[in-house]
């Protein structure tokens, strides 16, 4: 049974530029988190998707967006690209309410 | 905002013995408090939830309790295997967002 799966592993941007991040949540969960992680921090909530919808959010601006898929995959969107969005992405997956699995993450650099 | 904090941030015990690291929280509502482990360059593992004040939990050398607004964790004789970041999370409403800590770094002295 595979895991969370997420891709690219490592990506390198320029300010002002776009990028997309994908999941694949683990096999039977419906409902998949986006995290960022900089270094050195626990990772911090971006938001939530179930059933298609973003249900929560945490204190991200608008250009972080997301979709979650019919199949339950995800992604992730940041526009207008920063040299503080440089961190780990994580992506995790979960049943509702129960236990995140993660991916090993997205490192992203931004020049 | 919910918000946790890890004590301490840095932890060197020798090998074989007791590793202890504790978490607070303040949050609006609480549903219950999870603990994961992260070693460098991978993503966060679960390792055990819990979801009243009273609540302890054994798994394996780990051992951990739920306070009224924390959370303890030990793990006893740590080997250097051990060694990695611990988070505690905090989930406010059930099926609700997850909140992280900035850990504790447990390196396991051999």
């Known amino acids: 049974d595979a895991g969370v799966t997420q891709s690219p592993t490592h990506l390198i941007k320029t300010r002002g530029q776009q990028v997309t991040l994908r999941c694949s949540p683990k096999?039977?969960?419906?409902?998949v988190s986006w995290y960022q992680q900089a270094l050195g921090q626990g990772p911090q909530f971006i938001f939530q998707?179930?059933?298609?919808?973003?249900?929560q959010r945490g204190n991200f601006p608008d250009r972080f967006s997301g979709h979650q898929f019919p199949n339950y995959s995800s992604e992730l969107n940041v526009n207008a690209l920063l040299l503080g969005d440089s961190a780990l992405y994580l992506c995790?997956?979960?049943?509702?309410?129960?236990?995140?699995?993660f991916g090993e993450g997205s490192r992203l650099t931004v020049l | 905002e919910n918000q946790v904090e890890h004590s301490p941030h840095f932890l060197g015990p020798q090998q074989g013995d007791v590793a202890s690291m504790s978490c607070t929280y303040s949050?609006?509502?609480?549903?219950?408090l999870q603990w994961y482990r992260q070693n460098t360059g991978m993503g966060p593992k679960h390792l055990l939830s819990?979801?009243?004040a009273g609540y302890e939990k054994q798994k394996g050398r780990l051992n951990a309790t739920l306070l009224k607004n924390g959370s303890s964790l030990y793990i006893t004789a740590v080997q250097p295997e051990d060694s990695a970041t611990y988070f505690c999370?905090?989930?406010?409403?059930?099926?609700?967002?997850?909140?992280f800590g900035a850990g504790t770094r447990l390196t396991v002295k051999p």
């Open positions: 819990m979801y009243s």
């Open positions: 096999s039977g969960h419906d409902t």
């Open positions: 999370a905090v989930v406010g409403t059930m099926g609700g967002d997850m909140r």
């Open positions: 949050v609006s509502r609480f549903n219950n």
């Open positions: 995790a997956s979960s049943p509702v309410g129960g236990e995140l699995f």
């Open positions: 998707y179930y059933e298609e919808e973003e249900r």
